[in-house]
């Protein structure tokens, strides 16, 4: 089917690197050349936290996450980690927010680690910003991403951010940026939650992570868009 649209088109739009990338690997899209990265417009105006929503702000410090829970999320990795860093910093607590085929292993790993009294679990949520602003440090341990828009969202509402190091993530964050850690590696996640429960490493990381949402300006995206569509009218 990805040859038959590709033999129709005269352009090919991929919303990051990462995708691109496997395209041409797994031979869905065959010729290079039409194919053009575009990244998703999203706000950069940094947010002010509003009101937390569940806790107050003289509660627990809180990591937290908003995934499918599915292998590809990989979430052991984040409830391995947590549960070292709940043993050196007891005032703290896990919201994982989503559902998935996984929910019920993923309980009962909480429940071996006997840490499932520290997470909170919510399936559903009408406002996603509104909850993510309850969280101190966004995580997302990814096996891999075709694009995060959900790092945006936690990037804008002033969270930091730490997520594993693969697909379309650095894109996002930065190759460089402080926030990566090794796909899977559950201890070297610990030692990023360790570090950056120190609040003044906490907005060092947002300040730098911040600076990344001028590249997924909305102006941005309809200027590529229509360089895309410009390119493909010289073709005909």
């Excluded at 996450?65 to 590809?72: F, G, I, K």
């Excluded at 052991?76 to 919201?95: E, G, M, Q, V, W």
Aim: proline share 3%; charged share 25%.
């Amino acid at each position: 089917m990805s040859r038959y649209v590709e033999s129709q088109s005269t352009s090919v739009v991929a919303i990051s690197r990462a995708v691109k990338e496997y395209l041409l690997k797994s031979g869905e899209i065959k010729y290079e050349g039409k194919l053009h990265i575009v990244y998703y417009g999203y706000g950069s105006e940094l947010k002010r936290k509003s009101k937390r929503v569940y806790k107050s702000s003289n509660s627990l410090f809180t990591v937290g996450t908003v995934a499918r829970l599915t292998p590809q999320k990989d979430l052991p990795t984040l409830i391995r980690a947590y549960k070292r860093f709940k043993l050196n910093c007891p005032d703290s607590r896990l919201f994982i927010v989503g559902s998935g085929t996984l929910e019920k292993e993923l309980k009962r790993l909480s429940v071996q680690l006997e840490i499932s009294e520290s997470i909170t679990w919510l399936r559903r949520t009408s406002d996603v910003r509104l909850t993510m602003e309850s969280m101190d440090l966004f995580v997302l341990p990814s096996r891999y991403e075709g694009f995060v828009l959900v790092l945006l969202g936690a990037i804008q509402a002033g969270i930091g951010v730490i997520a594993a190091r693969n697909s379309a993530i650095p894109e996002v964050l930065g190759s460089d940026s402080d926030g990566l850690f090794t796909t899977g590696d559950y201890d070297e996640l610990f030692q990023k939650l360790l570090k950056f429960h120190n609040e003044i490493e906490r907005k060092r990381l947002i300040r730098a992570q911040h600076s990344r949402l001028e590249l997924f300006n909305p102006s941005l995206m309809i200027i590529e868009m229509n360089k895309v569509y410009e390119s493909a009218i010289g073709k005909q």
